[in-house]
């Protein structure tokens, strides 16, 4: 007998040999029929696999995300058999799932596959899907998985299996249907019942610009058809949002292929914004205790090779930068710590001036190839808002807590209010991998489990997933549209000061190293604005908008009366301008409303001879009525005053 412990802490005793299907039959029918995978201490496998061992076992359904990733993984493979079906001979490279469905990679060969070709073969995987084919494993060898594909003249399979070791080698058949894959699948193609293939795209094999281009098709799966059919109304809403379609509408910043791909240009527009947020975070970190430092946006090479970056990072930089001088080199800087690290040892530290925080609006940069670039969210160019907090190991929970407390006033302050914490933790039993002492490790996790817990986050925990130089806490935040980005980050390094032998004198006279905490609240500017600018569809929180107002004469005559009032409004740090074309008011608020202003100041006769405006609020505000300027002044302050005092 095998004991099996489940989630709520329950545990059963079965056979050896019983699978986590049997567990489930066990429980009930009901929950068998929706069991597509299950995880055993941690792996996710086969529902049907046997369990020899005692063991923890999760029942994975739709609605965790691994079994969501394991049918959008079993649905390649049926797009698979349906694209061999059409197109017998292809070359089949990868598919695997992602985020949003699954992809595979695929060699055409003489054929070619068009945008109006995917309707047929969604409606042959749906077929297929039908049939309840099981998803079947076998073990082989690895003489005769090469000797399959050799069969099938498959060039990518070939290459996979040649680092693959024998015993390692598992093969899974559905149908028609035999692809080399390690797993896991769901038990039978009957589970899929609504299928929408999404795009067509090419991909080079194994993502190197030297190997051939591949056709890509991407793909989604779901057990219902009306799952699909919310999935595709927020694929539209998800184009409506596009931060590349709004950043143009509303002048943020472009790009230019002159300057370079994957280098944004911010327009005036965008780089007042940019400011807004800069300063905003900014005026958070002095009263908590930062000083502001800039560093070059180059350094020496052995700068690098120092903290490791070069060595991480090297292949994937600009190519070094040569001087007169042969015995020297520079790179961009692919991070902005290092620097960090030389501003810490340029004096003698004492453990009274510690903690240290060094924060700085950082831009590094990183040679993405052109394919992965993607508007903001995917550059080679972008500023982080980094900060580096040098701090013995005593300080190391309480300075953990203050950096929650700003990161959760910059998400809440932007309405970022479904999010959780994810805790990132050494692996429970591969401890080769990780530098730093036992204790240290320990201390620096229970550090990070309590300051989570006593800030009230809601948190999971990810054994494995810590860097090696640290645990981390990494802030997991939901957008408007239902998904998840990372976006602040909090690390805990012993690398670093190890590296670059940091030290401070402690108060036993004696030579210490501190604890480097990494931190970046936004992540970058870049990829923070994107986010934003999606999540809000473009309409700012007013104290961060362009434009807070818009003046609106209903003729020409009572222009200069709207410059006067658009002074005064400027001058109490109330940002608009003046709507003075020479056209009709209803096309003038049309306008404004796309511009995405907040409030439109209507000026005519009554307001001229009175001193005030009658103002209209973009959105569900509708008219406010008529009043003074000091009136409307102190409605604006008021509206940003309460956006931004948050409590947390």
């Not at 009274?352 to 670039?373: C, H, I, M, N, W």
């Not at 590296?499 to 036993?508: H, K, N, V, Y």
């Not at 994107?530 to 009572?558: M, R």
Request: charged share 30%; aromatic share 10%; net charge negative.
């Amino acid at each position: 007998m095998i004991q099996i412990t489940l989630p709520d802490g329950s545990v059963r005793d079965y056979n050896k040999g019983a699978s986590a299907m049997d567990v489930a039959l066990s429980i009930s029918e009901g929950l068998a029929r929706n069991v597509l995978a299950a995880k055993v201490d941690g792996f996710v496998q086969d529902a049907n696999l046997p369990i020899n061992q005692n063991s923890h076992l999760q029942l994975l359904t739709w609605s965790d995300l691994e079994g969501k990733s394991t049918m959008w993984h079993s649905s390649a493979h049926i797009m698979a058999e349906a694209l061999e079906f059409y197109y017998p001979g292809i070359k089949l490279a990868i598919g695997p799932p992602i985020t949003n469905g699954f992809y595979y990679d695929i060699d055409l060969m003489d054929y070619s596959i068009k945008e109006e070709d995917l309707a047929r073969i969604e409606e042959k995987m749906k077929a297929l899907a039908k049939e309840r084919n099981p998803f079947i494993r076998k073990e082989i060898s690895k003489a005769e998985a090469l000797a399959y594909f050799d069969k099938k003249q498959d060039p990518y399979k070939l290459e996979l299996l040649s680092e693959l070791e024998d015993g390692t080698i598992t093969f899974y058949t559905q149908g028609n249907f035999t692809d080399l894959c390690r797993g896991p699948h769901i038990p039978d193609t009957g589970f899929i019942k609504a299928v929408k293939l999404t795009a067509i795209a090419g991909a080079y094999w194994r993502g190197d610009e030297k190997n051939k281009q591949l056709t890509r098709i991407y793909g989604i799966t779901f057990p219902k058809q009306a799952e699909l059919t919310e999935h595709l109304e927020k694929l539209e809403e998800a184009k409506r949002r596009d931060h590349r379609k709004l950043g143009k509408e509303l002048d943020l910043f472009t790009f230019s292929q002159k300057v370079g791909q994957g280098l944004p240009l911010w327009l005036p527009k965008g780089a007042a914004l940019r400011e807004r947020l800069e300063n905003f975070l900014k005026k958070a970190q002095r009263k908590a205790g930062y000083q502001q430092v800039i560093t070059p946006h180059i350094g020496n090479k052995e700068l690098y090779v120092t903290s490791g970056h070069y060595e991480k990072y090297g292949a994937d930089s600009f190519q070094p930068i040569k001087t007169p001088d042969p015995n020297e080199e520079f790179y961009l800087k692919p991070m902005n710590c290092p620097h960090h690290c030389e501003i810490f040892k340029s004096r003698p530290r004492s453990y009274k001036d510690l903690p240290a925080r060094f924060a700085e609006f950082g831009t590094v940069y990183r040679y993405e190839q052109s394919g992965e670039l993607h508007g903001l969210t995917r550059v080679r160019s972008f500023t982080q808002d980094d900060a580096h907090i040098f701090c013995t190991q005593e300080q190391v929970k309480d300075e953990f807590k203050k950096v929650i407390d700003i990161v959760l006033y910059v998400l809440k302050t932007l309405d970022f209010q479904n999010f959780t914490a994810q805790i990132s933790l050494r692996d429970q039993k591969d401890r080769s991998k990780y530098i730093g002492s036992e204790e240290n490790w320990e201390k620096a996790e229970n550090a990070i489990i309590e300051a989570a817990a006593e800030k009230n986050l809601t948190t999971v925990v990810a054994y494995g997933e810590a860097a090696f130089y640290g645990p981390k806490l990494d802030f997991m935040v939901q957008d408007a549209l239902g998904r998840e980005w990372q976006l602040g980050t909090i690390q805990v390094d012993y690398n670093l000061p190890e590296r670059f032998e940091l030290e401070f004198t402690g108060a036993d006279n004696q030579k210490h190293r501190p604890v480097m905490i990494h931190r970046a609240p936004f992540g970058s500017m870049e990829r923070f604005v994107a986010v934003l600018l999606e999540h809000c569809a473009g309409d700012f929180p007013l104290w961060l908008t362009s434009d807070q107002f818009i003046i609106l004469p209903i003729s020409e005559k009572f222009n200069d009366y709207a410059e006067k009032v658009s002074d005064f409004l400027n001058n109490s740090d109330i940002r608009g301008l003046v709507d003075d074309r020479n056209e009709k008011i209803g096309k003038k608020i049309r306008d404004a409303e796309l511009a995405k202003i907040p409030f439109m100041l209507i000026v005519g006769e009554n307001e001229f001879a009175n001193n005030q405006v009658s103002v209209r609020q973009r959105g569900g505000g509708g008219d406010m009525g008529v009043v003074s300027l000091e009136e409307f002044r102190k409605i604006v302050q008021e509206a940003i005053n309460k956006e931004l005092t948050v409590e947390l």
